[in-house]
């Protein structure tokens, strides 16, 4: 596996519905690296309809050429306790090749940034106990929840 050369440029912006077509590869490997079968009709019709609804935030990372390098995808929710904003971190992924360019700590920097914007106390995430992107995270600052479980009720297929 090739990685990204260190000096790779990353820019990150907000994705509108425009982008859709170009995060959705991206949404695809995602779904892939936790296991899913490749299904990219279904990952562009996700992404457009979050999108278009603005259901949620969508960052996109690319290359000095325009390349997309990876994604984030931020949800809203609140607090009630704090009675305040918090956004959930549902999905962060970076194409395999721009792995070590800073797209990583790019889209966490955006998303911390526009979760500043906003007001909100926190930006939560969960991830798979095996994910190396932990170590970034952590580097980031984000800390490992000890004081909570959390649960999950399956409702539908």
Known sequence: MQHAEKDTRVAVRQAALADAAA?????????QFYGQAPD??????????RLALLES???????????ALGFTQLYPSFSSVAARRIW????LFVTPDARGSGAGRALLAAA??????????RIELSTAHDNPAQKLYEAQGYEREQGFYH???RVAG
């Open 151 to 153: 649960y999950s009720l």
């Open 88 to 91: 959930v971190l549902n999905d």
């Open 40 to 49: 990219p009709a279904l990952a562009l019709a996700f992404v457009s309809e």
């Open 112 to 121: 911390r940034a526009h979760a500043a914007a906003s007001g909100a106390l």
């Open 23 to 31: 995060i959705a590869p991206l949404f695809d490997g995602y779904r």
């Open 57 to 67: 935030v969508i960052f996109i990372a690319e290359s000095d050429d325009g390349r």
